[in-house]
């Protein structure tokens, strides 16, 4: 069992605090940013980095990994949720406690029975598809804001682009003043001075100038009254029905933090050298996210964003996330007044520089340069998530990986080999078309798991290499199984088929370095029934070329 802030001792106790403090500095105004989103107040973002956070850090076996809700999220929250209740209800907020309790349990679930390879069905352009799509959507919401244009923040993407366009008109030019005043001081500032919190600072000086210049008189709209105090311990009241409703969006929720957040663990372990074990980081986020709607927040994934703004503060521990937890209560008791005169041009903008890097532009361009198919698996998933949904979109993206893993997994690398002039060496090297491996013997390697969507293509494959040399030149054919690691039903059939037409042409089967596990199962399915199977490839060319002389 690991122990609790492992990697921490009196030499970095001074670098884990400072970089607690900037970590409270980032979280606390991205964290409203991101409630917003979600269609919640402010307090629901601010309260996920109490008890959730402190839960996490405890229980993750990572030691930098933070933590939070984030833009992501908090779409897929505001679009699941928006069709069963009106955003910043008490019924919406209920629901939103209920969909967190809801992937809290499918986390746990994940952990329990080692399920989290199952969030490698969303392969990398899946998830630049569909996060993009989501940052899309949320970025035309933050600059609804930052125009001070009103819109629909829970229609859908159209919808809210048409709002958008048609109120151009209406654009308040002093929040226009304030949203590029804060996009130039963010992006410079981060080439400049990249260690400064620069979403903290355009947030306190963008309140003072709305205070100085009483500019909440003249249309700039504002935070609003935020409640004092901790959060308080509650749990949704729902009918079964309304919880089952909730049950497709906590999977998509579920499976996009899994895939996320496991590669962020296990990249950021094996940068920095330390452990790290996939079904206790599940564990983690299964406990954070009971925690999140049990006591008024949301769900809670993983922050790419900063957790490398922890390591490259130095950060080796989760002390910095309990820093965070204990400033945000602090914050709750008694700074909540501090935040009531926040401008909304200035959350937009924190918000939608801080998602610009999720639209995915440059990796898109990258699918386009090495694989199109991957680009087209990408921008279908984008487009969907935009144009139909959140929801439509996850279940797209698990139908596109599967056609990804079909079409791959039907056309595997399938040899003849050829012999070389080494008594001691392997045959690996790939014979010429048309070519035998040695008088009358043809090896062909499989390189990969014999089953539905390949076993035809290898049956061809096979046929093709007996007649390819001429009639009746191929008396025996040798299948090098070492790539073999699991056969299935359709597969053991068109195996069937095959080995009636070798024995009609004449042509002895035979099998060679079996893997040792796989053996009971070809027995089972028939694939094995009586051939001769040879250690190696060289010992079954030796014996056969005998035979054949």
Not at 99 to 124: D, M
Not at 135 to 164: C, P, T, W
Not at 222 to 231: D, I, K, M, R, S
């Amino acid at each position: 069992m690991q122990r609790p802030l492992v990697g921490l001792t009196r030499q970095n106790l001074v670098r884990e605090l400072l970089a607690g403090v900037t970590l409270l500095a980032i979280a606390i105004p991205l964290n409203i940013g991101y409630a917003q989103i979600a269609g919640l107040p402010a307090t629901a973002g601010l309260y996920a980095l109490i008890l959730p956070t402190v839960v996490y850090a405890l229980v993750v076996s990572s030691r930098q990994v933070v933590a939070s809700p984030d833009a992501a999220a908090a779409a897929l929250v505001a679009a699941s949720i928006g069709g069963l209740a009106a955003a910043g209800s008490e019924d919406y907020a209920t629901l939103a406690l209920a969909q967190a309790i809801i992937c809290g349990v499918l986390f746990i679930l994940l952990s329990v029975f080692k399920l989290g390879f199952l969030a490698n069905f969303l392969s990398k352009p899946i998830l630049i598809g569909f996060v993009g799509g989501l940052a899309l959507d949320i970025l035309v919401s933050q600059v609804a804001k930052m125009l001070g244009v009103k819109i629909d923040s829970g229609g859908e993407f159209v919808e809210k682009l048409g709002g958008l366009i048609g109120g151009l008109g209406t654009t308040n030019l002093w929040s226009l003043a304030i949203s590029v005043a804060s996009i130039t001081t963010l992006l410079l500032g981060k080439r400049l001075l990249g260690m400064v919190p620069w979403a903290l600072v355009v947030m306190v000086a963008a309140t003072v100038f709305v205070l100085v210049a009483d500019l909440g008189d003249s249309g700039v709209a504002v935070l609003g009254e935020v409640p004092a105090g901790p959060p308080q311990l509650t749990w949704p009241m729902l009918d079964w029905h309304t919880w089952l409703l909730l049950i497709p969006s906590a999977i998509a929720l579920t499976m996009v933090t899994t895939a996320e957040g496991l590669l962020v663990s296990r990249s950021y372990g094996e940068k920095r050298h330390y452990p790290t074990r996939p079904n206790r980081d599940l564990l983690a986020f299964g406990v954070a996210n009971i925690a999140a709607g049990a006591q008024g927040s949301f769900a809670v994934g993983s922050s790419t964003s900063r957790t490398a703004a922890m390591d490259q503060a130095g950060s080796r521990t989760q002390l910095p996330s309990l820093v965070l937890a204990a400033g945000t209560l602090l914050l709750l008791l008694f700074g909540t007044a501090l935040l009531e005169d926040i401008p909304s041009p200035a959350i937009g903008a924190i918000v939608g520089v801080a998602i610009l890097p999720l639209l995915g532009f440059r990796e898109f361009a990258a699918l386009w340069r090495m694989d199109r198919f991957e680009f087209v698996i990408g921008a279908v998933c984008f487009l969907v998530t935009l144009f139909v949904g959140s929801i439509p979109g996850i279940l797209v993206a698990f139908v596109l990986a599967l056609i990804n893993i079909a079409k791959r997994a039907s056309t595997p690398a399938i040899d003849v080999l050829a012999e070389n002039d080494l008594p001691t060496a392997s045959l690996l090297d790939e014979a010429p078309q048309g070519a035998m491996t040695a008088p009358g013997v043809v090896v062909v390697r499989m390189a990969a798991p014999l089953f539905f969507a390949n076993g035809d293509a290898f049956a061809s494959a096979v046929r093709t290499a007996v007649r390819a040399p001429g009639a009746g030149a191929v008396k025996h054919v040798v299948i090098d199984m070492e790539a073999v690691t699991d056969a299935d039903v359709t597969a053991a059939e068109s195996f069937e088929g095959l080995t009636s037409w070798l024995k009609t042409e004449g042509v002895t089967l035979s099998f060679s370095r079996l893997r040792a596990p796989a053996r009971p199962r070809l027995e089972r399915l028939g694939i094995l029934d009586g051939q001769q199977v040879f250690d190696t490839n060289r010992a079954a060319l030796d014996r056969l070329r005998a035979d054949h002389v």
